[in-house]
């Protein structure tokens, strides 16, 4: 939000609700939502991906050495763009096969 402050021309001393800020600054959406749409697309462009580029075979890799770390188990990227399709509702059977 700072960021976007700045470039609105507004001072954190001047209380302005952050919802103000974002229609000020033109955003008709919120930061996570374009986040996840963005990750959407660039999941997209991975699966139509030639299997020979370089970006598609770290995307297919799988890098665990079989150890199991302590606290909160990581979550692929694979696994996250899952979540949120499954979060939309948006059925893919292919997701299943990598999260």
């Known amino acids: 939000m700072q960021s976007l402050r700045n470039i609105c021309g507004v001072s954190r001393k001047?209380?302005?609700r952050n919802s103000?800020?974002?229609e000020r600054g033109g955003l008709k959406e919120d930061v996570?939502?374009?986040?996840?749409?963005?990750?959407?697309?660039w999941f997209?462009?991975?699966?139509?991906?030639?299997e020979?580029?370089?970006?598609?075979?770290?995307?297919?890799?799988?890098?665990?050495d079989g150890k199991v770390g302590k606290g909160c188990p990581?979550?692929?990227?694979?696994?996250?763009?899952?979540?949120?399709?499954?979060?939309?509702q948006i059925l893919i059977t292919e997701i299943d096969k990598f999260a």
């Open 14 to 16: 001047v209380r302005y």
């Open 20 to 22: 103000d800020i974002k």
């Open 32 to 41: 996570v939502t374009r986040v996840e749409r963005d990750m959407q697309r």
């Open 44 to 50: 997209g462009h991975l699966e139509r991906m030639n």
């Open 52 to 64: 020979s580029k370089l970006a598609k075979q770290i995307y297919r890799a799988n890098v665990c």
């Open 74 to 88: 990581r979550n692929s990227y694979a696994g996250h763009v899952g979540g949120i399709l499954r979060k939309e």
